[in-house]
Protein backbone atom coordinates (compact mmCIF):
# COMPACT_ATOMS: atom_id res chain seq x y z
CA UNK A 1 0.00 0.00 0.00
CA UNK A 2 1.21 3.19 -1.23
CA UNK A 3 1.14 6.91 1.31
CA UNK A 4 -1.75 8.08 -1.12
CA UNK A 5 -3.70 4.97 -0.46
CA UNK A 6 -4.02 5.88 3.02
CA UNK A 7 -6.38 8.79 1.77
CA UNK A 8 -10.02 7.93 0.92
CA UNK A 9 -10.78 8.90 -1.97
CA UNK A 10 -13.72 11.71 -1.51
CA UNK A 11 -15.86 12.44 -4.93
CA UNK A 12 -17.68 15.64 -4.81
CA UNK A 13 -20.68 15.95 -7.33
CA UNK A 14 -21.70 19.89 -6.68
CA UNK A 15 -19.12 22.84 -7.41
CA UNK A 16 -16.25 23.31 -4.89
CA UNK A 17 -15.59 26.87 -3.97
CA UNK A 18 -12.41 28.31 -1.89
CA UNK A 19 -12.98 29.03 1.69
CA UNK A 20 -13.47 32.23 2.27
CA UNK A 21 -12.24 32.85 5.67
CA UNK A 22 -13.69 35.99 8.18
CA UNK A 23 -11.38 39.17 7.06
CA UNK A 24 -11.17 37.75 3.22
CA UNK A 25 -7.61 36.36 4.10
CA UNK A 26 -6.24 34.19 1.89
CA UNK A 27 -6.96 30.45 1.68
CA UNK A 28 -4.31 29.15 -0.34
CA UNK A 29 -1.15 28.60 1.73
CA UNK A 30 2.56 27.16 1.07
CA UNK A 31 4.27 25.31 3.45
CA UNK A 32 7.15 27.57 4.62
CA UNK A 33 10.29 26.74 6.37
CA UNK A 34 13.08 24.45 3.73
CA UNK A 35 15.54 26.96 3.73
CA UNK A 36 15.20 27.58 7.27
CA UNK A 37 15.63 23.66 8.11
CA UNK A 38 19.08 23.55 5.80
CA UNK A 39 20.43 25.91 9.03
CA UNK A 40 22.62 24.05 11.45
CA UNK A 41 21.25 26.43 14.08
CA UNK A 42 18.01 25.77 13.75
CA UNK A 43 18.69 22.20 14.05
CA UNK A 44 20.73 22.61 17.35
CA UNK A 45 17.71 24.59 18.18
CA UNK A 46 14.95 22.46 17.09
CA UNK A 47 17.01 18.75 18.19
CA UNK A 48 16.48 19.54 22.34
CA UNK A 49 13.03 20.80 22.20
CA UNK A 50 12.09 17.06 20.01
CA UNK A 51 14.21 15.27 22.32
CA UNK A 52 12.21 16.20 25.34
CA UNK A 53 9.18 16.10 23.74
CA UNK A 54 10.18 12.25 22.79
CA UNK A 55 9.70 11.77 26.83
CA UNK A 56 6.24 12.25 26.69
CA UNK A 57 3.77 9.29 26.38
CA UNK A 58 -0.12 9.15 25.51
CA UNK A 59 -2.95 7.94 27.93
CA UNK A 60 -6.06 7.19 26.55
CA UNK A 61 -9.73 6.14 27.95
CA UNK A 62 -9.58 4.02 24.75
CA UNK A 63 -7.16 1.27 24.84
CA UNK A 64 -6.99 0.27 21.75
CA UNK A 65 -6.32 4.29 20.65
CA UNK A 66 -3.73 4.29 23.14
CA UNK A 67 -1.35 1.37 21.68
CA UNK A 68 -2.00 2.76 17.73
CA UNK A 69 -0.33 5.81 19.48
CA UNK A 70 1.96 4.35 21.48
CA UNK A 71 3.02 1.59 19.86
CA UNK A 72 2.24 2.08 15.99
CA UNK A 73 0.84 5.28 14.93
CA UNK A 74 0.81 4.11 11.29
CA UNK A 75 2.92 1.95 8.80
CA UNK A 76 6.06 4.69 8.48
CA UNK A 77 6.56 5.47 12.46
CA UNK A 78 6.80 4.30 16.23
CA UNK A 79 5.30 6.14 18.73
CA UNK A 80 8.35 7.96 19.08
CA UNK A 81 8.93 8.84 15.56
CA UNK A 82 5.40 10.32 15.49
CA UNK A 83 6.03 12.62 18.20
CA UNK A 84 9.72 13.84 16.35
CA UNK A 85 8.22 13.68 13.29
CA UNK A 86 4.87 16.20 14.50
CA UNK A 87 7.34 18.19 16.90
CA UNK A 88 9.74 19.25 14.00
CA UNK A 89 7.24 20.43 11.53
CA UNK A 90 5.44 22.07 14.28
CA UNK A 91 9.01 24.24 14.79
CA UNK A 92 9.69 24.05 11.22
CA UNK A 93 6.30 25.01 9.67
CA UNK A 94 4.42 26.17 12.61
CA UNK A 95 1.84 23.69 11.39
CA UNK A 96 1.02 20.76 11.74
CA UNK A 97 -2.07 18.73 10.15
CA UNK A 98 -2.70 15.08 11.52
CA UNK A 99 -4.55 12.65 9.08
CA UNK A 100 -7.07 10.16 11.38
CA UNK A 101 -7.16 7.08 9.88
CA UNK A 102 -10.76 5.86 10.17
CA UNK A 103 -11.80 2.13 8.97
CA UNK A 104 -15.21 1.19 7.71
CA UNK A 105 -17.14 1.17 11.14
CA UNK A 106 -15.65 4.39 11.84
CA UNK A 107 -12.90 3.37 14.55
CA UNK A 108 -9.62 4.93 14.32
CA UNK A 109 -6.69 2.53 13.61
CA UNK A 110 -4.14 5.40 12.66
CA UNK A 111 -2.48 8.43 12.58
CA UNK A 112 -0.51 10.43 9.64
CA UNK A 113 1.01 13.96 9.97
CA UNK A 114 0.76 14.91 6.28
CA UNK A 115 4.01 16.10 4.68
CA UNK A 116 2.19 18.21 2.55
CA UNK A 117 4.06 21.67 0.07
CA UNK A 118 1.30 23.65 -0.16
CA UNK A 119 -2.51 23.39 1.22
CA UNK A 120 -5.68 25.05 0.17
CA UNK A 121 -8.95 25.48 1.93
CA UNK A 122 -12.03 24.37 0.37
CA UNK A 123 -15.96 24.44 0.65
CA UNK A 124 -18.32 21.89 -0.34
CA UNK A 125 -21.91 21.97 0.94
CA UNK A 126 -21.19 23.96 3.78
CA UNK A 127 -18.25 22.06 5.16
CA UNK A 128 -14.73 22.31 4.97
CA UNK A 129 -11.85 20.41 3.29
CA UNK A 130 -8.36 20.50 2.78
CA UNK A 131 -6.45 19.99 -0.87
CA UNK A 132 -2.84 19.01 -0.28
CA UNK A 133 -0.31 18.96 -2.42
CA UNK A 134 3.41 17.04 -2.10
CA UNK A 135 6.75 17.92 -2.71
CA UNK A 136 8.24 16.08 -5.17
CA UNK A 137 5.05 14.60 -6.50
CA UNK A 138 1.78 15.77 -8.80
CA UNK A 139 -0.65 14.33 -6.72
CA UNK A 140 -2.83 15.48 -4.58
CA UNK A 141 -5.58 14.61 -1.86
CA UNK A 142 -8.38 16.18 -0.22
CA UNK A 143 -9.33 15.54 3.41
CA UNK A 144 -12.38 16.71 5.48
CA UNK A 145 -11.56 19.11 8.17
CA UNK A 146 -13.16 16.50 10.78
CA UNK A 147 -10.45 14.01 9.83
CA UNK A 148 -7.54 16.67 10.67
CA UNK A 149 -6.32 17.63 13.69
CA UNK A 150 -4.26 20.64 14.01
CA UNK A 151 -1.47 22.27 15.65
CA UNK A 152 -0.51 26.13 15.20
CA UNK A 153 1.88 28.03 16.25
CA UNK A 154 1.64 32.20 15.98
CA UNK A 155 -1.78 31.67 15.24
CA UNK A 156 -3.31 35.40 14.39
CA UNK A 157 -4.03 36.12 10.63
CA UNK A 158 -5.59 33.17 9.13
CA UNK A 159 -7.97 31.07 10.62
CA UNK A 160 -6.85 27.98 8.97
CA UNK A 161 -2.74 27.86 9.61
CA UNK A 162 -0.48 30.00 11.95
CA UNK A 163 1.90 32.65 10.67
CA UNK A 164 5.21 31.81 9.06
CA UNK A 165 8.82 31.73 9.94
CA UNK A 166 9.37 34.93 7.94
CA UNK A 167 10.24 36.77 11.13
CA UNK A 168 13.27 35.33 11.59
CA UNK A 169 14.74 35.01 7.66
CA UNK A 170 16.88 38.27 8.17
CA UNK A 171 18.54 36.98 11.12
CA UNK A 172 19.66 33.85 9.61
CA UNK A 173 20.45 35.23 6.05
CA UNK A 174 22.66 37.41 8.30
CA UNK A 175 24.31 34.51 9.70
CA UNK A 176 24.91 32.86 6.36
CA UNK A 177 27.06 36.23 4.93
CA UNK A 178 28.63 36.48 7.50
CA UNK A 179 30.26 32.71 7.41
CA UNK A 180 30.74 33.07 4.18
CA UNK A 181 32.29 36.59 4.55
CA UNK A 182 34.93 34.69 6.88
CA UNK A 183 35.19 31.82 4.07
CA UNK A 184 36.29 34.10 1.69
CA UNK A 185 38.19 36.02 3.35
CA UNK A 186 40.62 32.94 4.68
CA UNK A 187 40.81 32.12 0.78
CA UNK A 188 41.48 35.72 0.02
CA UNK A 189 44.53 35.80 2.39
CA UNK A 190 45.56 31.89 1.17
CA UNK A 191 45.77 33.25 -2.47
CA UNK A 192 47.73 36.37 -2.93
CA UNK A 193 50.44 36.85 -1.05
CA UNK A 194 52.41 39.90 -2.72
CA UNK A 195 53.32 41.50 -5.96
CA UNK A 196 56.41 40.55 -7.82
CA UNK A 197 58.03 43.96 -9.67
CA UNK A 198 60.00 44.16 -13.00
CA UNK A 199 62.28 47.29 -13.48
CA UNK A 200 62.12 45.88 -17.28
CA UNK A 201 60.08 48.22 -19.07
CA UNK A 202 57.70 47.06 -21.39
CA UNK A 203 57.48 43.46 -20.98
CA UNK A 204 54.91 41.52 -23.00
CA UNK A 205 51.82 40.21 -21.36
CA UNK A 206 53.44 36.63 -22.14
CA UNK A 207 57.28 37.64 -20.21
CA UNK A 208 54.91 38.65 -17.05
CA UNK A 209 52.71 35.44 -17.15
CA UNK A 210 55.89 33.60 -16.94
CA UNK A 211 58.22 35.48 -14.48
CA UNK A 212 55.20 35.24 -11.92
CA UNK A 213 55.13 31.59 -12.79
CA UNK A 214 58.89 30.84 -12.35
CA UNK A 215 58.89 32.72 -8.91
CA UNK A 216 55.99 31.16 -7.68
CA UNK A 217 57.20 27.64 -8.98
CA UNK A 218 60.81 28.33 -7.35
CA UNK A 219 59.65 30.35 -3.98
CA UNK A 220 56.22 29.65 -3.05
CA UNK A 221 55.68 25.49 -3.67
CA UNK A 222 56.10 23.23 -1.26
CA UNK A 223 59.54 22.12 -2.61
CA UNK A 224 61.04 24.93 -1.61
CA UNK A 225 62.03 23.99 1.98
CA UNK A 226 64.71 26.64 2.66
CA UNK A 227 61.66 28.88 2.90
CA UNK A 228 64.51 31.58 1.52
CA UNK A 229 64.15 33.66 -2.16
CA UNK A 230 66.71 34.74 -4.80
CA UNK A 231 66.01 37.95 -6.89
CA UNK A 232 68.42 39.57 -9.03
CA UNK A 233 68.26 43.85 -9.54
CA UNK A 234 65.54 43.38 -12.38
CA UNK A 235 63.01 41.70 -10.05
CA UNK A 236 61.53 43.04 -6.49
CA UNK A 237 58.80 40.97 -4.28
CA UNK A 238 56.42 43.44 -2.78
CA UNK A 239 54.35 41.37 -0.27
CA UNK A 240 51.12 42.04 0.70
CA UNK A 241 49.35 42.00 4.11
CA UNK A 242 46.00 41.12 3.96
CA UNK A 243 43.30 42.09 7.03
CA UNK A 244 40.01 41.56 6.00
CA UNK A 245 37.00 42.88 8.37
CA UNK A 246 34.93 39.92 9.74
CA UNK A 247 32.12 40.27 12.25
CA UNK A 248 33.45 39.59 15.66
CA UNK A 249 32.91 37.04 18.03
CA UNK A 250 29.97 39.21 20.03
CA UNK A 251 28.27 40.07 17.06
CA UNK A 252 27.96 36.41 16.21
CA UNK A 253 26.93 35.26 19.55
CA UNK A 254 24.42 38.34 19.77
CA UNK A 255 22.88 36.38 15.96
CA UNK A 256 22.71 33.16 17.58
CA UNK A 257 20.99 34.75 20.67
CA UNK A 258 18.51 36.09 18.44
CA UNK A 259 17.91 32.27 16.93
CA UNK A 260 17.71 30.48 20.38
CA UNK A 261 15.27 33.57 21.55
CA UNK A 262 12.94 32.74 19.13
CA UNK A 263 12.84 29.40 18.98
CA UNK A 264 12.37 29.55 22.92
CA UNK A 265 16.09 27.66 24.12
CA UNK A 266 19.03 29.10 24.94
CA UNK A 267 23.01 27.97 25.27
CA UNK A 268 22.57 26.21 28.01
CA UNK A 269 19.73 24.13 26.14
CA UNK A 270 21.70 23.43 23.05
CA UNK A 271 24.84 22.47 24.56
CA UNK A 272 23.10 20.33 27.26
CA UNK A 273 24.54 22.50 29.98
CA UNK A 274 21.35 22.55 32.47
CA UNK A 275 20.88 22.13 35.82
CA UNK A 276 17.59 20.25 37.33
CA UNK A 277 15.42 23.72 38.27
CA UNK A 278 16.54 25.10 34.88
CA UNK A 279 15.54 21.97 32.90
CA UNK A 280 12.16 21.81 35.06
CA UNK A 281 11.79 25.60 33.56
CA UNK A 282 12.00 24.66 29.98
CA UNK A 283 9.74 21.61 30.73
CA UNK A 284 7.21 23.94 32.04
CA UNK A 285 7.57 27.22 29.46
CA UNK A 286 8.42 24.59 25.99
CA UNK A 287 7.17 21.01 26.22
CA UNK A 288 4.64 21.36 28.37
CA UNK A 289 1.96 24.29 26.47
CA UNK A 290 3.42 21.74 22.88
CA UNK A 291 1.35 18.73 24.50
CA UNK A 292 -1.36 20.72 25.88
CA UNK A 293 -2.01 21.90 22.11
CA UNK A 294 -1.34 17.99 20.51
CA UNK A 295 -3.26 16.60 23.64
CA UNK A 296 -5.94 19.01 22.65
CA UNK A 297 -6.03 18.46 19.13
CA UNK A 298 -6.47 15.22 19.16
CA UNK A 299 -9.02 14.63 21.56
CA UNK A 300 -11.42 17.48 19.98
CA UNK A 301 -11.14 15.12 16.57
CA UNK A 302 -10.72 11.66 17.72
CA UNK A 303 -14.03 11.41 20.43
CA UNK A 304 -17.35 12.60 19.40
CA UNK A 305 -19.46 14.92 21.77
CA UNK A 306 -21.06 11.79 23.14
CA UNK A 307 -18.07 10.34 23.85
CA UNK A 308 -16.57 13.35 25.68
CA UNK A 309 -19.71 13.62 27.69
CA UNK A 310 -18.96 9.94 28.99
CA UNK A 311 -15.26 10.67 30.16
CA UNK A 312 -13.41 10.27 27.30
CA UNK A 313 -9.86 10.99 27.94
CA UNK A 314 -6.53 11.42 25.63
CA UNK A 315 -3.56 13.28 27.09
CA UNK A 316 0.25 13.42 26.20
CA UNK A 317 2.08 13.48 29.66
CA UNK A 318 5.58 13.60 30.69
CA UNK A 319 6.60 12.63 34.11
CA UNK A 320 8.66 15.77 35.39
CA UNK A 321 10.51 13.57 37.62
CA UNK A 322 12.22 12.24 34.77
CA UNK A 323 14.04 15.79 34.46
CA UNK A 324 15.20 15.71 37.54
CA UNK A 325 18.82 15.19 38.97
CA UNK A 326 19.83 11.79 40.62
CA UNK A 327 19.98 13.54 43.78
CA UNK A 328 16.30 14.86 43.50
CA UNK A 329 14.77 11.69 42.13
CA UNK A 330 16.46 9.72 45.41
CA UNK A 331 14.70 12.86 47.85
CA UNK A 332 11.28 12.18 46.50
CA UNK A 333 11.63 8.17 47.21
CA UNK A 334 12.55 9.07 50.62
CA UNK A 335 9.99 11.65 51.18
CA UNK A 336 6.89 10.74 48.69
CA UNK A 337 7.27 6.82 48.33
CA UNK A 338 7.79 5.68 51.39
CA UNK A 339 4.82 7.76 52.66
CA UNK A 340 2.76 6.47 50.34
CA UNK A 341 2.79 9.23 47.59
CA UNK A 342 3.71 7.78 44.81
CA UNK A 343 4.37 3.18 43.88
CA UNK A 344 7.95 2.28 43.74
CA UNK A 345 6.95 1.07 39.91
CA UNK A 346 6.43 5.06 39.13
CA UNK A 347 9.30 5.83 40.85
CA UNK A 348 11.35 3.63 38.72
CA UNK A 349 9.13 4.67 35.75
CA UNK A 350 10.32 8.07 36.02
CA UNK A 351 14.26 6.26 36.05
CA UNK A 352 13.90 5.09 33.41
CA UNK A 353 14.02 1.59 35.14
CA UNK A 354 12.09 -1.95 34.77
CA UNK A 355 8.45 -2.61 37.10
CA UNK A 356 9.01 -4.76 39.97
CA UNK A 357 6.45 -7.56 40.67
CA UNK A 358 4.41 -6.04 43.56
CA UNK A 359 5.69 -2.59 42.73
CA UNK A 360 2.36 -1.29 41.96
CA UNK A 361 1.16 -1.37 45.67
CA UNK A 362 1.43 1.86 47.60
CA UNK A 363 4.10 1.41 50.64
CA UNK A 364 4.04 3.27 53.87
CA UNK A 365 7.09 3.61 56.46
CA UNK A 366 6.39 1.72 59.70
CA UNK A 367 7.49 4.55 61.96
CA UNK A 368 4.53 6.24 59.92
CA UNK A 369 0.93 6.45 60.78
CA UNK A 370 -2.22 8.88 60.09
CA UNK A 371 -2.82 11.99 62.41
CA UNK A 372 -6.36 10.11 63.59
CA UNK A 373 -4.64 7.68 64.90
CA UNK A 374 -1.62 9.22 66.89
CA UNK A 375 -4.67 11.32 68.48
CA UNK A 376 -6.57 8.40 69.55
CA UNK A 377 -3.39 6.63 71.06
CA UNK A 378 -2.47 9.79 73.19
CA UNK A 379 -6.31 10.21 74.36
CA UNK A 380 -5.76 6.49 75.46
CA UNK A 381 -2.07 7.34 77.50
CA UNK A 382 -4.42 10.40 79.28
CA UNK A 383 -7.02 7.80 80.13
Known sequence: MGFFDI????????????WRELGGYESTFTAFGNDVWKSDLVRACIRPLVEFTLKAEPHCSDESIQRILDARPNLYMTGRDFLQKVRTRYEIYNNVFIFIERNDRGKVVGFYPVPYSRLEALEYQNGLFIKFWFKGSTKTTVLPWEDLAVIRKDYAESDIVGDRNTAVLKTLELINTTHQGMANAIKA???????????????????????????????????????????DATQEFIPIKMEPVVATYEQLKEFREDIYRYFGVNEKIVTNGM?????????????????????????????????????????????????????KKISVFKEVVQYGGMTINEWRKACNMAPLPGGDTPIMRLDAAPVNNLTDKEGEGNA
Open 7 to 18: FRKLSFRREVRQ
Open 189 to 231: TANLRGILKSTKAMLSPESIKEQRNQFVKDYLSLENSGGVASL
Open 275 to 327: TSDEIEAFYETTIEPFLCKLSAALYAKVFTPREMGFGAVLVYEANKLQFASLD
